[in-house]
């Protein structure tokens, strides 16, 4: 289950921060996360908040923005969400999409005292 690996790591740069700002009590994070990533973020809630159970950290909110997957046709320009890894452009066929979002996962911040 990748989300655990992803929730440790997360854990790790939180409490570095935390650290860094002199910071005890975790209150809220923030974090995206793309649609391409795979990573379910009920998964990712559960094993956060398995991880602080207990901890310095416990009682922590985890907050989850969920990014979809889009792109830009490089012929027509046209932006759109693209649906099971599908790459043509919904307007003129093309081939050429670029990615704009749907590969993040991003922590975004972290509300601590
Ligand atoms: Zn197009």
């Given at each position: 289950?990748?989300?655990?690996?992803?929730?440790?790591?997360?854990?790790?740069?939180?409490k570095?921060?935390?650290?860094?700002?002199?910071?005890?009590?975790?209150?809220?994070?923030?974090?995206k996360?793309?649609?391409?990533?795979?990573?379910?973020?009920?998964a990712?809630?559960?094993?956060f908040?398995?991880?602080?159970?207990?901890?310095?950290?416990?009682?922590?909110?985890?907050?989850?923005e969920?990014?979809?997957l889009?792109?830009?046709?490089?012929?027509?320009?046209?932006r759109?969400?693209?649906h099971?890894f599908?790459s043509?452009?919904?307007?003129?066929g093309?081939?050429?999409?670029?990615?704009?979002?749907?590969?993040e996962l991003?922590?975004?911040?972290?509300?601590?005292?």
């Amino acid at each position: 289950m990748h989300e655990m690996g992803i929730a440790k790591s997360l854990l790790e740069i939180i409490k570095r921060e935390m650290k860094k700002s002199k910071v005890k009590r975790l209150k809220k994070v923030r974090v995206k996360i793309g649609e391409l990533t795979a990573v379910e973020p009920e998964a990712l809630r559960f094993c956060f908040e398995a991880s602080i159970k207990d901890t310095d950290l416990d009682g922590a909110r985890l907050e989850i923005e969920d990014v979809p997957l889009t792109g830009k046709c490089h012929d027509c320009r046209t932006r759109f969400r693209f649906h099971h890894f599908v790459s043509l452009c919904p307007v003129c066929g093309g081939k050429k999409i670029e990615k704009l979002t749907g590969t993040e996962l991003d922590l975004v911040s972290i509300e601590a005292v």
